[in-house]
């Protein structure tokens, strides 16, 4: 009996401990909080280090840092969002005149200048550097310059068009300017935990696994006065949970999966989307000699691109937020930079009986063995759904599909080791400008790069490299309208659906245009007064 | 008892090293951490430079010899993800760990006890029966599926508790009730049946022949001989809360350890798992080691018999 009266008298304490903290008022007002807080299921590396990073999430560093070029919201270079304020280069296209923005300083206190510029990039292209396109510009820049303290000339080794692009907001993070002083007074190590950049946002604390958190500095050129004190970026990596947050307020922007945006508009959520964000697409593993049997014959590739109803997947699997893909490796956002038109008679028809007929037609009448690569990805969980439906399109047309389920580090291994010839993986390339394109194109779509080529064609290996050393714009235009063009009629891949990527706001956040930025989320509208 | 404690000790420092080989054999057997590090667009060139530059360019042996000499001066290496010394990794997460599972315990054993001892006293009543449907569902329902009806409905429909995160006491209770439920389960089951097998010894009917009150008789007298397979249990548990919460804290946006290995995993970050997994090993050492004197502590025979 009095253990029965312990119990109780346990109970109710533990309810009224409980009923308390229910009973704390929240405060909700989008209004009254001074601080913007984003919820994302991925940090990537985690790192704040922008030579360490970049080629995965810039969306907390381009809030601490300035890069060399800006972009506008849809990714063209310009003058007004970054550190350069104009630029020019020499009749040869081999020396790049860079011009900077007066009065800038470091979070510390330190005048940005060009030894800081130069030295950022030496940096970027250092050994330790992980960026996206370090390789690049290694092989490219020859010298750089400081003439004076805001000029700086960068000198290539042969003529080319890429450079203000290549140190851009549009890509990696090659072009975010590090404070010189600061890190080689106090090593990479402290500089990677204390980050101390000129953006409109300042470093205020790490903890990895949990949230950034980041303050505003008084005014910025960039952004006027911020509209937030504070931006926190909070790690979870549950979207039940980013949901939860969002509906208690404690979250103004989270990224949510395609399957849910119905339900948050119809809670009033505002959901914004960015459009084609990325473009899944398939590809076969090639044979260390090139193509394996029996991809390596056209109809078969045509056929099992004919095999797959792309309407079907964006409608059942990515809810709806997807639009079939018509181009082998076709970045989009680069379309518009090359005027490459995409014409109804691109887009791939389902049309299992004719699919049929040129397994056929190849000898493959009766079928062949095919290993699809089942993995989940950042950005795709629907991955292995993908997998399981696009085994099953292939297999109506007779194709024998076995899925292996692995991580991704285990498929990209067999794929660039190239030890498992023909087998079929997949990717959701991160859209992005045509510069960014090429150099898709140069690693995925190339001969000589070896490694990771999926193509293996040698007319398109001699466009890819004309590209490169072609100074002339609209001749570089019509090489990569005919790169896209022979991807398409060659069928190189399996191009699947273009992914748009939704994120869910708070209702009082406001107007926002998550922009077309490669790994970026252009929070500066919304940190904007200007 | 200092001779057992000292030969516990040896056997653990014999199990860390060969867990130290075997760790540091299986997480380089399951791929190579620069597809994860590098962007899609590198070069091999860029492979060799990145490998030279981490150190993965030379020999296992060597690898592993050096890893083993940073180890026993306290340096784990850096982590390949993070780019951070591994030991600041874990002295981050580690406290954040064992904080949610001394509440989870500290929830469980709460509930567990009077649970347990009152269904064993009650043997078949109402009472037992509500008592083992907790204990069945605490061990049938995937934690996975309990810690999101939670985030979905009492955190995010009902807003009476914290989604995720850490921020204060109330940020405990969920994590902590879920991730408690099982271990209330399982230990109240246990408890139950050794209270009602110590309800039925001689010696409990001599202390009621005698006259003793009947909650001395329970509480005191059958609770301290039912103990031991609980606090077996209870050790055994408290090592998995803190090192391998993974779903918990992944649901709940929790910087622990299970996290922190997890990521290690899938990125291939060697020096994370490596440092993780010892760690873990430590802890689990540790527990056993004081799980093996409490032993003694509860029942005085077990002191004697060594």
């Known amino acids: 009996m009095i253990a029965m009266k312990r119990l109780i008298t346990f109970a109710l304490l533990t309810l009224g401990v409980t009923g308390g903290a229910l009973a704390a008022p929240r405060i909700v007002d989008a209004q009254q909080k001074p601080e913007l807080t984003i919820a994302l299921s991925s940090f990537s590396a985690e790192t704040l280090d922008p030579v360490l990073q970049g080629h995965n999430v810039k969306y907390y560093l381009s809030l601490m840092f300035d890069y060399l070029v800006g972009t506008t919201p849809d990714g063209q270079p310009s003058a007004n969002g970054g550190l350069a304020t104009r630029w020019e280069n020499s009749s040869d296209h081999r020396r790049w005149t860079f011009h900077l923005r007066k009065g800038v300083k470091f979070h510390n206190g330190d005048e940005m200048t060009a030894d800081d510029v130069k030295f950022s990039l030496e940096r970027a292209m250092g050994k330790r550097s992980t960026t996206g396109y370090a390789g690049p510009l290694r092989t490219l820049i020859q010298a750089i310059e400081t003439p004076a303290p805001d000029r700086i000339v960068i000198v290539t080794k042969e003529s080319t068009l890429i450079i203000p692009t290549y140190l851009s907001r549009a890509l990696s993070t090659e072009g975010v300017v590090v404070p010189r002083k600061y890190i080689e007074a106090n090593g990479d190590d402290v500089f990677a935990r204390k980050p101390v950049g000129t953006g409109p946002y300042k470093f205020v604390e790490q903890v990895t696994g949990s949230h950034i958190k980041m303050t505003a500095v008084d005014n910025h050129w960039r952004i006027g006065v911020p509209r937030y004190k504070n931006v926190t970026f909070k790690l979870v990596p549950e979207e039940t949970t980013r949901i939860a947050l969002l509906r208690r307020g404690e979250v103004d922007v989270a990224d949510v999966s395609r399957e849910r945006v119905k339900e948050l508009e119809r809670e009033g959520f505002p959901v914004h989307t960015r ?15 090139g193509w394996p049997a029996p991809m390596k014959d056209k109809r078969v590739r045509e056929a099992l691109n004919l095999a797959v109803d792309r309407a079907e997947i964006a409608q ?20 518009r930079d090359v005027g490459f038109k995409v014409t109804p008679e691109m887009a791939y028809p389902y049309d299992p009986a004719r699919a049929k007929r040129l397994l056929a037609e190849a000898g493959q009448g009766s079928g062949f063995a095919l290993d699809v690569y089942a993995f989940q990805l950042p950005g795709l969980p629907e991955g292995k759904a ?24 285990a498929f990209r291994k067999l794929w660039v080791d190239r030890k498992a010839p023909g087998v079929v993986g997949y990717y959701n390339i991160a859209n992005r400008s045509w510069i960014g394109a090429y150099a898709l194109l140069e690693k995925m779509a190339y001969g000589p790069s070896k490694l990771n080529d999926t193509v293996n064609d040698p007319e398109i290996d001699g466009m890819i490299a004309q590209v490169m050393r072609q100074t002339d714009r609209e001749k570089i235009n019509a090489l990569m309208r005919n790169i896209f063009t022979r991807l398409r009629s060659e069928h190189y891949g399996v191009p699947v659906v273009y992914l748009h990527s939704p994120y869910a706001t708070s209702k009082t956040l406001g107007k926002w245009n998550p922009g077309s930025v490669m790994y970026d989320l252009f929070l500066d509208e919304l940190a904007s007064s200007k | 008892m200092i001779r057992f404690a000292g030969i516990r000790i040896l056997q653990s420092l014999i199990a860390l090293a060969i867990l130290s080989v075997v760790v540091f054999a299986l997480a380089r057997a399951t791929g190579d951490p620069l597809h994860m590090i590098l962007p899609m667009n590198a070069t091999a060139e860029d492979y060799a430079n990145a490998r030279a530059y981490l150190g993965l360019d030379r020999p296992y042996v060597e690898q592993y010899l050096s890893f083993v000499g940073r180890v026993v001066q306290g340096d784990f290496g850096t982590s390949l993800r993070a780019r951070r010394p591994v030991l600041e990794l874990i002295q981050e997460r580690l406290p954040n760990s064992l904080r949610l599972a001394v509440f989870a315990m500290t929830v469980s054993l709460a509930m567990a006890f009077p649970l347990g001892v009152i269904a064993a006293v009650n043997k078949g009543r109402a009472v037992d029966r509500i008592a083992q449907l907790i204990s069945v569902l605490g061990q049938s329902l995937p934690t996975f599926w309990v810690a999101i009806v939670l985030v979905e409905f009492v955190a995010g429909r009902l807003q009476w508790l914290p989604a995720g995160g850490i921020s204060g006491f109330a940020s405990y209770v969920l994590p902590g009730f879920t991730l408690g439920w099982f271990v209330v389960a399982g230990m109240m089951r246990l408890l139950r049946s050794g209270m009602l097998e110590v309800l039925d010894s001689e010696y409990v009917k001599l202390a009621r022949v005698k006259g003793v009150v009947e909650y001395r008789v329970v509480w005191l007298h059958a609770l301290k001989n039912a103990l031991i397979p609980v606090v077996t249990f209870a050790g055994i548990y408290f090592s998995i809360l803190v090192t391998t919460a993974i779903v918990v804290e992944t649901v709940f946006a929790w910087p622990g350890l299970g996290r922190l290995a997890y990521d290690g995993i899938t990125s291939r970050d060697f020096p994370v798992i490596q440092a993780v997994v010892l760690v873990t090993g430590v802890i689990v050492a540790v527990v056993n080691l004081c799980v093996d004197c409490l032993y003694a502590v509860i029942d005085p025979r077990i002191r004697y018999a060594r």
Do not use: M, N, Q
């Open chain 1, 275 to 289: 459009r084609e964000e990325a473009i899944l697409s398939v590809w076969w593993v090639l044979a260390p000699d």
């Open chain 1, 316 to 335: 059942s699997i990515f809810a709806g937020h997807a639009d079939p893909a018509p181009i082998p490796l076709g970045l989009s956002w680069a379309f």
């Open chain 1, 386 to 409: 993908f997998a399981e439906a696009l085994a099953g399109y292939w297999e109506k047309v007779g194709v024998k599909t076995k899925l292996v389920p692995v991580d991704y580090p």
